[in-house]
């Protein structure tokens, strides 16, 4: 079975410019969830999405918005970046409420 | 959201058991106690995860202490490949079911 999948790997892109990432659940997950984790640090949790809903917001900036489509597939928009949003995005897919299931993660670079 | 300590790391010899602490001592009656490990250019990976019972599966064990306030994540044979952060993590069962990462335990396996 296809685990996690995120897209694009590795990002590049400028102070101020928006960017949008991609997730793939395990098929039958319907609960997306985005992490923000900086090199040195455990994740921080961003959203969790279920049934296209919105059921939790970590404490970042309105900058940071998501959105789930009727595939349960999910997207992550970051704008006006900051050279501070430099990091390691994860998305994570469950059945609720159990254990979370982790893709590889897209890393972002911002110069 | 309650909070956990964990030791920043700990070594250990291949093919011996190894016993990770995390002390979570302001722990409400409702929060589950689940372990994730991050093993190096990967997200993270669930391990196990309890309640108020000791827990067992294929990866490791989990034992809980009777108070709650303090449990210890085993591998009972060390291989290289469970070199990797761990991470001790209380759940709630809000909503979101986010999880809060502290900064968790590197644990170095010598050959």
């Known amino acids: 079975d296809a685990g996690v999948t995120q897209s694009p790997t590795h990002l590049i892109k400028t102070r101020g410019q928006q960017v949008t990432l991609r997730c793939s659940p395990i098929?039958?997950?319907?609960?997306v969830s985005w992490y923000q984790q900086v090199l040195g640090q455990g994740p921080q949790f961003i959203f969790q999405y279920y049934e296209k809903e919105e059921r939790g917001r970590g404490n970042f900036p309105d900058r940071f918005s998501a959105r789930q489509f009727p595939n349960y597939s999910s997207e992550l928009n970051v704008n006006a970046l900051l050279l501070g949003d430099s990091a390691l995005y994860l998305c994570a897919s469950s059945l609720e409420p159990y254990e979370q299931y982790f893709g590889p993660g897209t890393r972002l670079t911002v110069t | 959201d309650a909070k956990t300590t964990q030791p920043n790391s700990m070594e250990s010899n291949e093919e011996e058991p190894v016993h990770l602490p995390c002390n979570h001592s302001?722990?409400?009656?409702?929060?589950?106690i689940h372990w994730y490990r991050q093993l190096p250019s990967q997200g993270p990976e669930y391990v196990i995860h309890g309640l108020t019972s000791n827990v067992n599966n294929r990866m490791a064990s989990l034992a809980i202490a009777e108070d709650r306030k303090s449990s210890t994540l085993i591998l009972h044979r060390a291989t290289l490949r469970d070199a990797a952060v761990y991470y001790c993590i209380l759940r709630g069962m809000d909503s979101s079911y986010k999880l809060i990462f502290g900064s968790g335990t590197r644990l170095l396996v010598r050959p």
């Open positions: 302001t722990i409400s009656g409702t929060d589950y």
């Open positions: 098929s039958g997950h319907k609960s």
